[in-house]
């Protein structure tokens, strides 16, 4: 009998902890929301800050700007004239590593499949294959690791032999890229006067950036290869150049007469971000427009660092 009326009172005061324990974890939870919703609008506010400090330096800038800048937290984004069209130069090589890891997931290639260098895929420009005598083979996977960190030409010509135009421009298209095609190999310049271009738009480049940083190129382990290869790039004058020593960016360069770009992503102690500047500038030389780059890449970076 004496259980029987002490039960009832057990299980009334086990359900009022439980509802009080509920009760504080709900509040704890209404809190801990209303601080990180508090927290985004003093973020938004300073990207803000951030984006006019920006749009005053594209004014500023003599030529053309195409830029894009994420916060890959948050999903904040600055973009100008996103979708323009703009001589791509070296940037189609990250797309066209992309075409190797989707040509080797259908086992058109593999990666340790060695390719024979011949004097008449030799062009000028960057790279080092250029300087090497004809003759050595090499695998895909080195032709791809030269093509990115050293933004060797020969090297972006071999695999571009190896893959085709036709099936680089439906890889890309397969990718997600809606304005970036490939019409010529790389230092043809006789193509180039006729008017046979390659191009992109910091919004394609910004997109596969994206789509690698998520593990989302073919799957998680192609997009940190991928991003591997990109953080061994050796041109350090544009998004890195003025960022703290050891940074960490996985980033590819661009450059022709005329034009000057980076694209990347930039790693902090207090978040990651997205960054794709692509310039057609006016100047003789590209020095302005890697001035310039490097200038908005720091910009950036000190948003983060002034992050509570």
């Given amino acids: 009998m004496i259980i029987k009326k002490i039960l009832p009172a057990i299980m009334m005061l086990v359900l009022a902890v439980a509802a009080v324990n509920f009760g504080m974890q709900a509040y704890k939870g209404f809190q801990a929301e209303r601080q990180r919703k508090l927290l985004f609008e003093k973020r938004k506010a300073a990207w803000q800050a951030l984006e006019k400090k920006i749009a005053s330096d594209i004014k500023s800038f003599d030529g053309e700007v195409s830029l894009v800048i994420k916060d890959l937290a948050t999903g904040l984004e600055i973009s100008f004239d996103k979708d323009k069209a703009i001589q791509s130069a070296s940037l189609v090589k990250v797309p066209i590593m992309a075409a190797v890891f989707y040509a080797e997931s259908e086992g058109r290639l593999k990666l340790d499949e060695k390719m024979t260098h011949i004097r008449a895929q030799t062009v000028p420009g960057s790279g080092v294959l250029k300087s090497e005598k004809p003759g050595k083979s090499y695998t895909i996977k080195e032709l791809m690791d030269l093509m990115i960190s050293e933004s060797d ?48 738009t910091a919004s394609d480049m910004a997109y596969l950036l994206e789509k690698i940083y998520r593990g989302k190129l073919i799957n998680p382990l192609v997009s940190k290869e991928c991003l591997t290869i990109l953080a061994r790039q050796k041109v350090k004058d544009r998004i890195p150049k003025k960022l703290p020593p050891g940074t960490v960016v996985a980033h590819k360069t661009g450059l022709e007469r005329g034009v000057c770009h980076d694209a990347g992503i930039v790693y902090t102690k207090k978040g990651n971000f997205l960054i794709v500047a692509l310039t057609r500038h006016k100047s003789k030389t590209s020095k302005d427009a890697k001035a310039f780059i490097a200038g908005i890449s720091l910009d950036v970076y000190n948003w983060y660092d002034g992050l509570v």
């Fill in 153 to 200: 030409n020969t090297a972006a010509n071999m695999l571009m032999e190896k893959l085709g135009m036709d099936y680089l421009d439906k890889s890309f298209k397969r990718m997600g890229l809606k304005n970036t095609n490939i019409s010529r190999v790389m230092m043809d310049f006789k193509s180039r006067k006729m008017g046979v271009e390659n191009y992109t």
